[in-house]
């Protein structure tokens, strides 16, 4: 998990030479953003599902370590599906404007759950809809940007295990 604490953030990791001293945390200088009198240890974010890209440049590195051209074809067709099916299925609008907004800008949960409004026929979110599609095809084709669903990616947090 990354922490923030005071004005530092970053990953920890167990050091074992730490178990008989008084001082059980440790801050690099790279961990270290702003200067803060802030001494609660806080969680910022943890290895989670979530939806991720690939670019050109990890499609490369996969590509040389061996994984088929047809699998990034694939993937690049399920993004495409996605993106037209955000605007015929309410679920999958939803979905859709859930990973493209910021959480806290639409009450995008209510507007769903309340069945009221259906979020692809209604003329502003359609259009965002469209405007966001029409984006994700120009990155399509200018970096091969590519979504991986979250349920197949993970995002993991770490580092290396010095003492394993």
């Known amino acids: 998990m990354q922490i923030r604490y005071g004005g530092c953030k970053g990953v920890l990791s167990v050091c074992p ?9 440790v801050l690099r200088y790279s961990m270290r953003k702003f200067s803060s009198e802030h001494d609660i240890l806080e969680s910022c974010r943890i290895s989670a599902p979530r939806p991720l ?5 990890t499609i ?5 370590r061996h ?9 690049q067709q399920e993004h495409h599906l996605w993106l037209i099916e955000s605007l015929l299925y309410p679920s999958v609008t939803y979905d859709f404007l859930y990973d493209k907004l ?11 759950l309340d069945g009221q409004l259906n979020l692809a026929e209604e003329p502003f979110f359609r259009q965002l809809i469209v405007t966001f599609i029409h984006h994700d095809l120009i990155k399509m084709k200018e970096k091969s940007r590519t979504r991986i669903p979250k349920q197949s990616a993970r995002n993991l947090i770490g580092v290396v ?4």
Request: proline residues 2%; contains cysteine; aromatic residues 14%.
């Open 53 to 57: 890209y690939l670019n050109r440049q």
């Open 102 to 112: 910021t959480r806290n800008f639409f009450p995008l949960r209510e507007l769903f």
């Open 60 to 64: 490369v590195l996969l590509s040389h």
């Open 161 to 164: 295990d010095e003492y394993g």
């Open 67 to 75: 994984v088929h051209d047809v699998i990034f074809l694939l993937l």
């Open 17 to 25: 030479e730490l178990n008989e001293c008084s001082q059980q945390l």
